[in-house]
T-cell receptor, first 114, second 115 residues
Framework: SQQGEEDPQALSIQEGENATMNCSYKTSINNLQWYRQNSGRGLVHLILIRSNEREKHSGRLRVTLDTSKKSSSLLITASRAADTASYFC??????????????FGEGTQLTVNP | GAGVSQSPSNKVTEKGKDVELRCDPISGHTALYWYRQSLGQGLEFLIYFQGNSAPDKSGLPSDRFSAERTGGSVSTLTIQRTQQEDSAVYLCASSLVQGIGSPLHFGNGTRLTVT
């Protein structure tokens, strides 16, 4: 099964609203990363949060990490139509080397309506 | 600068034929990954290269799948005797291995359709 599981599977909001996506994982991790995928394109790295961090910000993105619950959330504030995409969390288990596999969840499809 | 380049972008093939998918990673990136993504699904790990060697090929679904990387750069994923269930988008990614947090840089994928 996937190491990371996103929730909800799909989210539809109006422009200007905030969008929150959640990710749960099973094993202890070094870090957790969030990626975005526009339709028909590859994934683009958004943000990384390390296991010793609890919150991280980048522009309109805010990521939290709760290692005790093995979960993370991605908040996009003041959403725009251009934020419409699929969002994936990805983890690399603790003890893995930096170049080893990154395991992705199933993704959340976000639709921002103008 | 140039990103990860994959070719072809689309490939339609008949069941039973062999196909080769190519990936040109970002120059200087030592790690290279192949993933498969079925329609509306997440990413399924196939294989990972460090330089020219593949420390983890555990995700290859069958012995019809193979991959190689030469010169620490270009990689080719080969699928022999294609089956309809092989239809998917095949994504390649590379990363500059510097510490635990190196992000992956993805190409736009090859959409494979087996008829």
């Amino acid at each position: 099964s996937q190491q990371g599981e996103e929730d909800p599977q799909a989210l539809s909001i109006q422009e200007g609203e905030n969008a929150t996506m959640n990710c749960s994982y099973k094993t202890s991790i070094n870090n957790l990363q969030w990626y975005r995928q526009n339709s028909g394109r590859g994934l683009v790295h958004l943000i990384l949060i390390r296991s010793n961090e609890r919150e991280k910000h980048s522009g309109r993105l805010r990521v939290t990490l709760d290692t005790s619950k093995k979960s993370s959330s991605l908040l996009i504030t003041a959403s725009r139509a251009a934020d419409t995409a699929s969002y994936f969390c990805a983890t690399r288990p603790l003890g893995e080397t930096s170049g080893s596999r990154l395991t992705f969840g199933e993704g959340t499809q976000l639709t921002v309506n103008p | 600068g140039a990103g990860v380049s994959q070719s072809p972008s689309n490939k339609v093939t008949e069941k039973g034929k062999d196909v080769e998918l190519r990936c040109d990673p970002i120059s200087g990136h030592t790690a290279l990954y192949w993933y498969r993504q079925s329609l509306g699904q997440g990413l399924e790990f196939l294989i990972y290269f460090q330089g020219n060697s593949a420390p983890d090929k555990s995700g290859l679904p069958s012995d019809r799948f193979s991959a190689e990387r030469t010169g620490g750069s270009v990689s080719t994923l080969t699928i022999q005797r294609t089956q309809q269930e092989d239809s998917a988008v095949y994504l390649c990614a590379s990363s500059l291995v510097q510490g635990i947090g190196s992000p992956l840089h993805f190409g736009n994928g090859t959409r494979l359709t087996v008829t």
